[in-house]
């Protein structure tokens, strides 16, 4: 992976692809750098980079890919480099939660649904007949999870083939909400962070602080 990256470091600082518009890949090998790239751009979200910060970040790169004298003493910012990442994700986490509240207030005064101390909003969309699972049971669903905008970051449904899953190895918001159903019935939860991923999220797809909606099918409690 070192000499990928490398690589890849190389055609930014020819080009100067991040201050600068960058070349159209057209060979095979420029679109398999190109894709190199949006990986490694995928890597560093959670900093939360804007240009500026990026025109540092490839400052920084191509001195240590053309062998250029550090402009800082790399032993004592090195250990910096994960403050600054926390704290950037704490930003993110911060807006992600003010934006997730204001949904759950609305989400909360919804005819038929229900706070609880954890923070979690249960709302039952249709009644089971069967039994209701233990957080020790292992359960069968169909399910679709969505960020509080609408976006689809997962979901069963799609897929056509139901998950499984023990109640005791997901996030609490799920051990909590599935043992309010009953097997046949169907119930939309709203997840505050806290109960789902925190601060940290699950990049790319689910941001630090977010709050999650799942519409979820309790299909069976499997047997052991």
Not at 2 to 30: C, H, N, W, Y
Not at 105 to 133: N, R, Y
Not at 149 to 172: C, Y
């Amino acid at each position: 992976m070192r000499i990928a990256i490398v690589s890849v470091l190389v055609v930014m600082s020819l080009f100067g692809a991040a201050t600068q518009a960058a070349p159209e890949p057209k060979t095979e090998d420029q679109k398999t750098l190109y894709a190199l790239g949006l990986l490694i751009g995928k890597k560093l979200e959670s900093f939360n980079l804007g240009k500026a910060d990026l025109d540092m970040v490839q400052s920084g790169l191509a001195d240590s890919v053309l062998n250029k004298k550090p402009q800082v003493d790399l032993q004592a910012y090195g250990p910096k480099v994960d403050q600054l990442q926390k704290a950037r994700l704490a930003v993110v986490a911060d807006r992600e939660k003010q934006a997730g509240k204001a949904y759950m207030d609305k989400a909360a005064a919804e005819k038929d649904s229900t706070k609880t101390a954890s923070g979690l909003i249960f709302a039952p969309v249709k009644a089971g007949d069967g039994a209701s699972p233990k957080d020790t049971d292992t359960v069968k669903v169909h399910y679709q999870g969505s960020l509080t905008n609408g976006t689809v970051f997962d979901s069963s449904i799609k897929r056509g083939e139901p998950a499984q899953f023990p109640l005791n190895g997901v996030i609490p918001c799920w051990t909590e909400a599935l043992q309010k159903m009953k097997v046949g019935g169907k119930a939309k939860l709203v997840c505050p962070s806290d109960i789902a991923y925190g601060d940290s999220g699950r990049p790319p797809m689910i941001p630090p602080g977010a709050t999650l909606v799942f519409e979820v099918e309790l299909l069976d409690i499997v047997k052991k």
